[in-house]
Nanobody
Framework: QVLLAESGGGLVQAGGSRRLSCAAS????????MGWFRQAPGKEREFAAA????????SYADSVKGRFTISTNGAKTMVYLQMNSLKPEDTAVYYC?????????????????WGQGTQVTVSS
């Protein structure tokens, strides 16, 4: 059974930093795509960052590019999202996602496995 567990959320001031972690278990993730999505109140879940299956080059949403960094350990059993220069508009529940063969890397519907999410609140 594949399980994804996020941690690291909390309250942070604008301009600050936070690192989210996702622990993955129950699968062989080294050749899976791993991603981070976020959902703000009243909005749809949106793509933030991902690492393609079998690849090392990350992909980022324009809204976080240059501020967020996704990384993994070699086996992809840990996935991190380092968030710097946080803005109030980054406030959301952040979800870790995984899939062996996502059709579209940046689409939430392409991922079959999700964590429960961790809340990040950025105060102005």
């Amino acid at each position: 059974q594949v399980l994804l567990a996020e941690s690291g959320g909390g309250l942070v001031q604008a301009g600050g930093s936070r690192r989210l972690s996702c622990a993955a278990s129950g699968g062989h993730f080294s050749n899976w795509a791993m991603g981070w999505f976020r959902q703000a109140p009243g909005k749809e879940r949106e793509f933030a960052a991902a690492i393609q299956r079998g690849g090392s080059t990350p992909s980022y949403a324009d809204s976080v590019k240059g501020r967020f960094t996704i990384s993994t350990n070699g086996a992809k059993t840990m996935v991190y999202l380092q968030m710097n220069s946080l803005k109030p508009e980054d406030t959301a529940v952040y979800y870790c996602a995984a899939d062996p063969v996502p059709k579209i890397l940046r689409s939430a519907t392409s991922y079959g496995y999700w964590g429960q999410g961790t809340q990040v609140t950025v105060s102005s």
